[in-house]
T-cell receptor, first 112, second 112 residues
Framework: SQTIHQWPATLVQPVGSPLSLECTVEGTSNPNLYWYRQAAGRGLQLLFYSVGIGQISSEVPQNLSASRPQDRQFILSSKKLLLSDSGFYLC???????????FGEGSWLTVV | AQSVTQLGSHVSVSEGALVLLRCNYSSSVPPYLFWYVQYPNQGLQLLLKYTTGATLVKGINGFEAEFKKSETSFHLTKPSAHMSDAAEYFCAVRAAGNKLTFGGGTRVLVKP
């Protein structure tokens, strides 16, 4: 069966510091991969979307970037964090021909 | 473009009472619709989905939802609330590229 993992689960970072959140999927190949952010009172916002290695679509302009160095690995990064980057970040995957998206456990980021 | 509106950001129900969470959508193509549940500090778990076929969809934990095209609705119900149903619930519609657009979420409080 397929599983998705993301880490770290919790992160407290100072303003201006870099960020790296990692996500891996197991048990499938060539998945669509997604990064969502859930900020307090603002629902779920799609940040990045990838259909293959090196193929990244950014949904909203922001201080973050994403990379997909391997088929089942998706990384969310920032060079310099802002206070507004705080939130709950969720990685997700889906099959190219499927219609369901499955979520990881989430990562809490607090920028102080 | 697709959008989702969830009526009521908070719902309070008594244990054993009916749970009704409202979701209305707009979509330029035949919609695929989803309900997800999120327990505190966790990722999103798929409750149920509608793609094609039967408009009454049954999901996990006793939940079901009915797709009503004429009303552009996909309301979620459970006949008898349990304390373990306390969580946040998200309605979503599939957009182009197998991406999901989410509603703002409804937080359910179950009173003993």
């Amino acid at each position: 069966s397929q599983t998705i993992h993301q880490w770290p689960a919790t992160l407290v970072q100072p303003v201006g510091s870099p960020l790296s959140l990692e996500c891996t999927v197991e048990g499938t190949s060539n998945p669509n991969l997604y990064w969502y952010r859930q900020a307090a009172g603002r629902g779920l916002q799609l940040l990045f979307y990838s259909v293959g290695i090196g193929q990244i679509s950014s949904e909203v302009p922001q201080n973050l970037s994403a990379s997909r160095p391997q088929d089942r690995q998706f990384i969310l990064s920032s060079k310099k964090l802002l206070l507004s980057d705080s939130g709950f970040y969720l990685c997700a995957w889906g099959q190219l021909t499927g219609n369901t998206i499955y979520f990881g456990e989430g990562s809490w980021l607090t920028v102080v | 473009a697709q959008s989702v509106t969830q009526l009521g950001s908070h719902v309070s129900v008594s244990e054993g009472a009916l749970v009704l969470l409202r979701c209305n959508y707009s979509s330029s193509v035949p919609p695929y619709l989803f309900w997800y549940v999120q327990y505190p500090n966790q990722g999103l778990q798929l409750l149920l989905k509608y793609t094609t076929g039967a408009t009454l969809v049954k999901g996990i934990n006793g939940f079901e939802a009915e797709f009503k095209k004429s009303e552009t609705s996909f309301h979620l119900t459970k006949p008898s609330a349990h304390m373990s149903d306390a969580a946040e619930y998200f309605c979503a519609v599939r957009a182009a590229g197998n991406k999901l657009t989410f509603g703002g979420g409804t937080r359910v409080l179950v009173k003993p």
